[in-house]
């Protein structure tokens, strides 16, 4: 049974770039749910997908977006990127069962932006 | 909304002793998890514990819903026990999951 897969795992880019990063969820799962973990930090919700829709959202600003597929996997996509956008990038799946199910975290992909 | 606070901040331990992690949360929740990090980085799941007592080899955790808190409990720790722990909660009618800051555990043999 395959886990949550990220890709890439690493990611250096410059500011003002854009960048896409890609999420599989667990086998069974249907929904996607995406954070950015700051070094020294706890993660951080930045929003969920559910039948490719933007179901519920973080305090992010709008050059995080996403997109989630008929195959239930998902890109987190950030334009014009800002030094403080380096984070550990965390996919995270679940069964949509309105709330409260367990989440599913994927091995992450780290963002450097220089 | 909802606050997730963990204590302690840091833990050291000699290999063999036994801990105590707490998490507080300020408003109900229908989701309450506890992860392992490990230095790499991966969100390992140790417990879904929304509410009551479950336990997994040397690790348990209890949650009091009507009290805010969870505890996890490390026995006979090994170094591999090392890392930083994660409490993380859901308010009701979300599935975004608060994480408390952590408590970062060594653990020397």
Do not use: M
């Not at chain 1, 949509?96 to 220089?114: E, I, M, S």
């Not at chain 2, 506890?34 to 997994?56: A, C, D, E, M, V």
């Not at chain 2, 996890?72 to 170094?79: E, F, P």
Request: aromatic share 12%; with cysteine.
């Amino acid at each position: 049974d395959a886990g949550v897969t990220q890709s890439p795992t690493h990611l250096i880019k410059t500011r003002g770039q854009q960048v896409t990063l890609r999420c599989s969820p667990k086998s069974g799962h249907d929904t996607v749910s995406w954070y950015q973990q700051a070094l020294g930090q706890g993660p951080q919700f930045i929003f969920q997908y559910y039948e490719e829709e933007e179901r519920q959202r973080g305090n992010f600003p709008d050059r995080f977006s996403g997109h989630q597929y008929p195959n239930y996997s998902s890109e987190l996509n950030v334009n014009a990127l800002l030094l403080g956008d380096s984070a550990l990038y965390l996919c995270a799946s679940s069964s949509f069962r309105g709330a409260g199910d367990t989440q599913y975290f994927g091995p992450g992909t780290r963002l450097t932006v220089l | 909304g909802i606050q997730v606070e963990q204590s302690p901040p840091d833990l050291i331990l000699q290999e063999g002793a036994n801990s105590t992690l707490r998490c507080n949360f300020s408003d109900s929740v229908n989701n309450l998890q506890w992860f392992h990090q490990n230095p790499w980085g991966q969100l390992i799941n140790l417990f879904y514990i929304p509410s009551g007592t479950k336990q997994n080899g040397r690790l348990s955790a209890t949650t009091v819903a009507t009290e805010r808190y969870s505890l996890l409990y490390i026995s006979s720790s090994q170094t591999t026990d090392s890392g930083v722990y994660f409490c993380a909660a859901s308010p009701y009618n979300t599935d975004k999951l608060i994480f408390g800051t952590g408590t970062r555990l060594q653990v020397f043999p």
